[in-house]
Structure formats: C-alpha cells, structure tokens
C-alpha cells in the first residue's frame, strides 16, 4: 500500500470500522465439543459499496457481504477481514490510527496468544485470551472497560 492509502485505510477504521476478537462455538447457535474459538476481525462498514470496494482493492483481502435493511435505512455494505489476514493490515496502518489505536495493540497480543496455539484460530479458555475478548468488546461498544464485570 502507498503512504495515502494506509493513512485512508486508518481514517476509514478509525470512523466507520472496527477491529475486534470475534468468538464463536460453545453456545446454543453454534456448539463445540472444543469449547469457544476466538479469531481476530476488522471490518469497515458504509453505505456506499465504493468506499468498501476501495478497502478491498488497496489491500487485496477480504470480501464484501451486504445487509439489506428495511425502509427507510439503506443498504449495508461491510468489507470483513478476518484470521491471520488482519495482522499484516494493522501492522501497516497502526501508526495511522488514533481512536482505534488501544483495539489494535489488544488485537495484535490476542494474534500472539492465537499464533501460539493454532494456525488461525485458539480453541481454548486461556484466561488472557478471554480478558482480551472482552476488553476489545467494551472497547467497541464505547464503554469504560474498567467499570465492566469480567
């Protein structure tokens, strides 16, 4: 990526993105005999299909999944990138981020504590894992994660 596009790259996750520790299995939708998996997640999302269609090009990864809305919303377009995909995006962008700056160096110590166990993904309950899920997750909801109740 040339310097601009990083630096819109980091604008775009900055406002209208999010980087985040997405946790699947374990529950009633989607049961694990394993127990919970954790992958790391950034996605953009907007309503214009251009601006999304533009973080894919200047990266290269991701897909673009659509969420059709009841009148009068519109529709929603999301650029998603997830697993080991996310690492190298961040690791340009980071110096270019400033509100989702904290959620990327959360992100970058759960990718260490996933690479350690799997490829992609870790299926266990490590405690820091776990804390990290959350702490990202109050993070993205714009809540005090201090004040939360792990």
């Known amino acids: 990526m040339k310097e601009w596009e990083r630096a819109w790259l980091a604008a775009a996750i900055d406002g209208e993105g999010t980087i985040s520790l ?3 299995g374990g529950g009633k939708v989607r049961p694990s005999l394993r127990g919970f998996s954790y992958a790391p997640i950034v996605l953009v999302c907007n309503t ?11 990266t290269g ?12 919303y519109k529709t929603l377009y999301r650029w998603v990138v997830t697993g080991r995909r ?3 995006i961040l690791l340009e962008i980071c110096p ?11 992100l970058f110590e ?4 996933i690479e350690k166990n799997t ?5 266990w309950h490590e405690a820091r894992l776990v804390e990290l899920h959350h702490q990202l997750y109050f ?8 004040d939360a109740v792990l």
């Not at 759960?110 to 504590?113: F, R």
């Not at 993070?139 to 201090?146: A, K």
């Open 48 to 58: 214009n299909l251009d601006f999304c269609k533009f973080a894919q090009k200047i």
């Open 96 to 106: 270019y981020l400033i509100i989702k700056e904290k959620h990327a160096f959360s």
């Open 110 to 113: 759960a990718i260490g504590w």
């Open 61 to 72: 990864v991701g897909r673009i999944q659509t969420i059709k809305r009841k009148a009068p």
């Open 139 to 146: 993070f993205n909801t714009n809540r005090r994660f201090e």
């Open 86 to 88: 996310c690492k190298p």
């Open 119 to 123: 490829r992609n993904t870790a299926h």
């Open 22 to 24: 997405h946790r699947n």
